[in-house]
Nanobody, 115 residues
C-alpha cells in the first residue's frame, strides 16, 4: 500500500506563487519517480512535472521556467514551487508515485488562479 497526501493548494491572484507538498508513506521502496499532474474542468489529466529516483526532472512546456519540482528523499516528500501563476494553471493538482509498473495517486488539491 502507498499513501500520498497533498497540501498547499488554494486561491492566488495571477502572478502569485504557491507551493504544493506531497508526503508519501507505505511501501515506497524501489519507487521509480514522483511527480505532479493536474486536471482542469472538462480536460484530461496532464503531466506537470516529474522527478526520478536519480534526480532527473521533466516539465510540461507550459510550466517550464515557472514551476520547480524538488524532493526530500529522507522525508519521502516531493514539492512543487509554482511561480508566476496564470489563470490557465487553475486545476486540481495530483501527486503521483510510480513504483514497479504501478502509479499511485493522491486525493488532489485545488489550485485556483483568479483576480
Amino acid at each position: 500500500q502507498v499513501q500520498l497526501v497533498e497540501s498547499g493548494g488554494g486561491l492566488v491572484q495571477p502572478g502569485g506563487s504557491l507551493r504544493l507538498s506531497c508526503a508519501a508513506s507505505g511501501s515506497i521502496f524501489d519507487l521509480n519517480s514522483m511527480g505532479w499532474y493536474r486536471q482542469a474542468p472538462g480536460k484530461q489529466r496532464e503531466l506537470v512535472a516529474v522527478i526520478t529516483r536519480g534526480g532527473s526532472t521533466n516539465y510540461a512546456d507550459s510550466v517550464k521556467g515557472r514551476f520547480t519540482i524538488s524532493r526530500d528523499s529522507a522525508k519521502n516528500t516531493v514539492a512543487l514551487q509554482m511561480n508566476s501563476l496564470k489563470p490557465a494553471d487553475t486545476a486540481v493538482y495530483y501527486c503521483s508515485l510510480s513504483r514497479l509498473g504501478l502509479v499511485y495517486w493522491g486525493q488532489g488539491t485545488q489550485v485556483t488562479v483568479s483576480s
